[in-house]
């Protein structure tokens, strides 16, 4: 694959629909192609037509970027489009495999602003072609994507090519691994496979001598809503008022008598901060489902009665 004939900006073909449904509040970036490539040829790279301009300079304003990678039918567009376009989980069984990146627009908040790019899972570092320089430049967070439904020794070994290669090029992207498909194992099983996972990747790296890379591990699915929380703690890291935002929140319950304060994007049930208490699941899921009731637009979901 080319970053020339590899670069997108949709996702497979059953979607407009869901764009609507979501409000259009997290647009497709499809009409600035051209803008992008003319960006990327006056900043003296390669590329020829279909490559993306990797600074967004035309536009002036520079997202994160958050990649979504992994090996084929690990998940990563399924949890892009049940995340982001309320698609239901069961629907994601239709999901093409993707065969070119694709990128899309979040920008629901001044918080809440930044830019997916979901990856096939083929994609080849070692294809000359392939620019993953200018891919890893402007990225904030890597969320490599491990089926662990499957034999995932191939996905370690591909985790641990992407993330050095990232590191090299950018030694401030988030490492995030999301151990997804947890809805078919038991609890203890959950942890044992992430307690496998965690140390086998570390081990790695320790071998190259790279222990300094940080892995952010979560237990993901689907299915429940342990994807919405592993992708609020992806986003929140890449926003810079959080620890403000974390103090109103502390203020907001401390005068209230709250027990418990989301900051909720509410098209897509990412919390953007909370107080500084442990969050535990089963508030989340309460405020997640009232959420879904109200569906109005309300920005501090209290929980008082917990
Ligand atoms: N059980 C279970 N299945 C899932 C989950 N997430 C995704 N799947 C299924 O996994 C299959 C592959 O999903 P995709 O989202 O297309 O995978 P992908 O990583 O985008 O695949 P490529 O585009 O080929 O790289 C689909 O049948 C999904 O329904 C999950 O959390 N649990
Ligand atoms: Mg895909």
């Given at each position: 694959m080319t970053t020339s004939e590899g670069?997108?900006?949709?996702?497979?073909?059953?979607?407009?629909?869901?764009?609507?449904?979501?409000?259009?509040?997290?647009?497709?970036?499809?009409?600035?192609?051209?803008?992008?490539?003319?960006?990327?040829?006056?900043?003296?790279?390669?590329?020829?037509?279909?490559?993306?301009?990797?600074?967004?300079?035309?536009?002036?304003?520079?997202?994160?970027?958050?990649?979504?990678?992994?090996?084929?039918?690990?998940?990563?567009?399924?949890?892009?489009?049940?995340?982001?376009?309320?698609?239901?989980?069961?629907?994601?069984?239709?999901?093409?495999?993707?065969?070119?990146?694709c990128r899309e627009d979040v920008s629901s908040s001044s918080f809440v602003s930044f830019?997916?790019?979901?990856?096939?899972?083929?994609?080849?570092?070692?294809?000359?072609?392939f620019d993953y320089e200018m891919i890893f430049r402007g990225t904030g967070a890597l969320v490599f994507v491990i089926d662990s439904q499957d034999d995932y020794v191939e996905a370690l070994s591909r985790l641990h090519l992407t993330v050095t290669r990232a590191y090299k090029v950018n030694r401030d992207i988030n490492f995030e691994v999301f151990i997804h498909k947890v809805d078919g194992l038991s609890d203890d099983h959950k942890i044992q496979k992430q307690e496998d996972i965690?140390?086998?990747?570390?081990?790695?790296?320790?071998?190259?001598?790279?222990?300094?890379?940080?892995?952010?591990?979560?237990?993901?699915s689907i299915y429940d809503h342990s994807i919405f929380e592993a992708f609020s703690k992806v986003v929140q890291k890449l926003i810079p008022q959080l620890p403000t935002l974390e103090n109103l929140l502390n203020i907001f319950i401390s005068n209230s008598?709250?027990?418990?304060?989301?900051?909720?994007?509410?098209?897509?049930?990412?919390?953007?901060?909370?107080?500084?208490?442990?969050?535990?699941m089963p508030t989340y899921e309460l405020c997640c489902d009232m959420i879904d009731v109200d569906v109005q637009g309300v920005l501090f979901t209290g929980v008082s009665a917990l």
């Amino acid at each position: 694959m080319t970053t020339s004939e590899g670069v997108a900006n949709c996702c497979g073909t059953a979607e407009r629909e869901d764009e609507d449904t979501a409000g259009g509040r997290y647009d497709e970036d499809d009409d600035d192609d051209d803008d992008d490539f003319s960006a990327f040829a006056e900043g003296g790279l390669e590329g020829g037509d279909g490559v993306l301009g990797y600074n967004e300079g035309l536009s002036g304003e520079v997202k994160p970027r958050v990649l979504l990678m992994g090996l084929r039918r690990s998940g990563k567009s399924s949890i892009q489009k049940v995340v982001f376009h309320k698609m239901s989980p069961s629907e994601t069984l239709f999901l093409e495999s993707t065969n070119k990146i694709c990128r899309e627009d979040v920008s629901s908040s001044s918080f809440v602003s930044f830019q997916i790019w979901d990856f096939p899972g083929q994609i080849d570092f070692f294809d000359p072609t392939f620019d993953y320089e200018m891919i890893f430049r402007g990225t904030g967070a890597l969320v490599f994507v491990i089926d662990s439904q499957d034999d995932y020794v191939e996905a370690l070994s591909r985790l641990h090519l992407t993330v050095t290669r990232a590191y090299k090029v950018n030694r401030d992207i988030n490492f995030e691994v999301f151990i997804h498909k947890v809805d078919g194992l038991s609890d203890d099983h959950k942890i044992q496979k992430q307690e496998d996972i965690r140390k086998r990747a570390g081990d790695d790296l320790a071998d190259a001598r790279l222990e300094r890379i940080h892995l952010s591990f979560y237990l993901t699915s689907i299915y429940d809503h342990s994807i919405f929380e592993a992708f609020s703690k992806v986003v929140q890291k890449l926003i810079p008022q959080l620890p403000t935002l974390e103090n109103l929140l502390n203020i907001f319950i401390s005068n209230s008598g709250i027990e418990k304060a989301f900051l909720f994007d509410v098209v897509s049930k990412i919390y953007v901060a909370t107080d500084s208490s442990p969050v535990d699941m089963p508030t989340y899921e309460l405020c997640c489902d009232m959420i879904d009731v109200d569906v109005q637009g309300v920005l501090f979901t209290g929980v008082s009665a917990l």
